[in-house]
């Protein structure tokens, strides 16, 4: 296992409505990303937190946002959603930002939008 | 738009056999390129990666093979096994640790006993 864990597994939401999915990283790991994975497609960068901060972001809508908190768990936000949002929702932890540190995923979060 | 194009889509191969998974990238700023691997129900993990100063690296079964003028990168798996089966996504990224991924599509590669 990889020590990144992710909650709920799975959800189900109508469109129009919000939602947010929880991440909690490895111990020490102070940088986190976010990725939405599509049935059957590579996942897509959403943004990425190193302590606390957003420091960069992809080609998503300001209707994705996110927090990190102190402990370095973090949660991704979800507002107005969309048919196209159904996705494996992925986190990603690691130690910092340079070097050869490992980039470890968590399970996902299967989100469907009806 | 898709910045790493990954063939073939899927793969069959017997075991015991060579599987060969092909990527090519635009943009010349990518400065590391790692491969994926995914069972299902699982996120991605690191497989292999390697940084464009080499054109070769290769960790036990696991060979990547890069190319920088034809911004082409490829995964080697020799004595393909049935437990290798899994989706495999190559990725890139503008930073040499691994920030910010572009990832291929994914090639679903079954090893036939």
């Known amino acids: 296992e990889t020590g990144v864990t992710q909650s709920p597994t799975h959800l189900i939401k109508t469109r129009g409505q919000q939602v947010t999915l929880r991440c909690s990283s490895q111990?020490?790991?102070?940088?986190v990303s976010w990725y939405q994975q599509a049935l059957g497609q590579g996942p897509q960068f959403i943004f990425q937190?190193?302590?606390?901060?957003?420091?960069g972001r992809g080609n998503f809508p300001p209707r994705f946002s996110g927090l990190q908190f102190p402990n370095y768990s973090s949660e991704l936000n979800v507002n107005a959603l969309e048919l196209d949002d159904s996705a494996l929702y992925l986190c990603?932890?690691?130690?910092?930002?340079?070097?050869?540190?490992?980039?470890?995923f968590g399970p996902g979060t299967r989100l469907t939008v009806l | 738009q898709q910045q790493v194009k990954q063939s073939p889509q899927s793969l069959i191969v017997q075991k015991g056999g060579i599987s060969i998974i092909n990527c090519a990238y635009e943009?010349?700023?990518?400065?590391?390129f790692p491969w994926y691997q995914q069972f299902p129900g699982k996120g991605p993990a690191l497989l292999i990666a390697?940084?464009?100063?080499?054109s070769e690296k290769k960790e036990g079964r696991f060979t990547i093979s890069f190319n920088k003028s034809a911004k082409q990168f490829s995964l080697h798996i020799m004595d393909s096994q049935p437990g290798d089966s899994a989706t495999y996504f190559c990725?890139?990224?503008?930073?040499?640790?691994?920030?910010?991924?572009?990832f291929g599509g994914g090639t679903r590669l079954m090893v036939k006993p």
């Open positions: 990603a932890s690691r130690k910092g930002l340079a070097g050869t540190d490992t980039q470890y």
């Open positions: 111990s020490g790991h102070n940088t």
């Open positions: 937190y190193y302590r606390e901060e957003e420091n």
């Open positions: 943009n010349t700023a990518f400065d590391y």
């Open positions: 390697i940084r464009p100063d080499v």
């Open positions: 990725a890139a990224s503008r930073d040499n640790a691994g920030n910010m991924l572009t």
